[in-house]
């Protein structure tokens, strides 16, 4: 007799999004054998609707949340136990009845630039044509080389890399996160520094979801959650949830635990054609990480002006 499934969990159907439950499946079945003697760990593909309308950006069908929606459905309805999600895809507030289990390890946070030929931001030609999806990257990009064009541009990280080959832009952005967790790592010809460009919230983060209140999944997590991760993404997650603002608006953010026990925490916000930034620092300890993030997220939306955060009608 074929046992059933005692766990399942949700995640996207694409190969990153596939790699990442691996992350979590396989360092629960090693930190749980009674798992597996008990009918084993099933990872459950969702297609969501940020999946299914491609044709068009983010923030004109709904915004991040899409690559969540019918995941966290599933979650809610008891058809999956927990699931599985790049942080940086999460809204800012949960749906109601739910919480992040844990989080994982972090990965490398920062964006990679590709180009057809290699070259670095600063030398791309006048008018290169720079295809993202993201109004953070756009606004950092044009920021760097008003000069450049931005299109839109999205899908998988492999249809984005062949809609490069096929010459429909000249360079693009990814997460280098994303690469090395698809073993392709070594096409990163140019990594960002935060410095020039700082990532998304989270970027680089896996965190999983569960029901609030469900205990049993919260134990069968805690070996796989990583302090120094979580106390990284409070703050980030703070600094959203402060400024509030739309996927319309530019906002990044970098959490660091330093050597020493501190927190560094750098933020900015910017105007989507990247005409205008405004940047943040807070220092502080781990304990601090929520209040850091909500203060360098309440000086940044005051400085900019409430009408930056605006969502539209």
């Given at each position: 007799m074929t046992l059933r499934p005692v766990l399942r969990i949700g995640t996207r159907g694409s190969?990153?999004?596939?790699?990442?439950?691996?992350?979590?499946?396989?360092?629960?079945?090693?930190?749980?054998?009674?798992?597996?003697?008990?009918?084993?760990?099933?990872?459950?593909?969702?297609?969501t609707t940020g999946d299914k309308v491609q044709d068009r950006p983010l923030a004109e069908i709904g915004g991040k949340g899409l690559f969540a929606k019918?995941?966290?459905?599933?979650?809610?309805?008891?058809?999956?136990?927990?699931?599985?999600?790049?942080?940086?895809?999460?809204?800012?507030?949960?749906?109601?009845?739910?919480?992040?289990?844990?989080?994982?390890?972090?990965?490398?946070?920062?964006?990679?630039?590709?180009?057809?030929?290699?070259?670095?931001?600063?030398?791309?030609?006048?008018?290169?044509?720079?295809?993202?999806?993201?109004?953070?990257?756009?606004?950092?990009?044009?920021?760097?080389?008003?000069?450049?064009?931005?299109?839109?541009?999205?899908?998988?990280?492999?249809?984005?890399?062949?809609k490069l080959e096929d010459g429909r832009v000249d360079a693009t952005l990814l997460a280098l996160a994303g690469l090395r967790r698809?073993?392709?790592?070594?096409?990163?010809?140019?990594?960002?520094?935060?410095?020039e460009f700082l990532p998304a919230v989270a970027q680089g983060a896996i965190g999983v979801e569960i029901r609030a209140g469900d205990e049993r999944a919260r134990a069968l997590l805690a070996p796989l959650n990583h302090a120094g991760a979580a106390t990284e993404v409070t703050a980030e997650r703070a600094l959203l949830a402060a400024l509030d603002g739309s996927c319309r608006t530019p906002i990044a953010a970098l959490a660091r635990l330093e050597p020493a026990g501190g927190l560094w925490l750098r933020a900015l916000v910017a105007i989507p054609d990247g005409s205008k930034l405004w940047r943040a620092e807070r220092r502080g300890t781990a304990a601090d990480a929520e209040a850091l993030g909500r203060d360098a997220?309440?000086?940044?939306?005051r400085r900019a002006g409430p009408a930056l955060f605006d969502k539209p009608v």
């Open positions: 190969r990153l999004a596939l790699a990442q439950a691996e992350l979590v499946r396989a360092p629960l079945a090693a930190a749980h054998p009674e798992l597996a003697e008990a009918g084993g760990i099933e990872v459950v593909a969702i297609k019918e995941i966290e459905e599933a979650l809610l309805a008891g058809r999956i136990d927990m699931a599985v999600h790049s942080m940086k895809d999460m809204e800012t507030r949960l749906a109601e009845g739910l919480a992040i289990g844990c989080v994982l390890e972090r990965e490398d946070p920062r964006d990679v630039l590709i180009s057809r030929d290699g070259s670095r931001l600063a030398d791309l030609e006048p008018g290169a044509l720079i295809g993202t999806a993201s109004v953070r990257r756009q606004a950092l990009v044009l920021n760097a080389r008003p000069d450049l064009r931005v299109v839109n541009f999205r899908g998988n990280v492999e249809t984005r890399l062949r698809l073993g392709m790592a070594g096409i990163a010809a140019v990594v960002l520094e935060p410095e997220g309440e000086e940044l939306r």
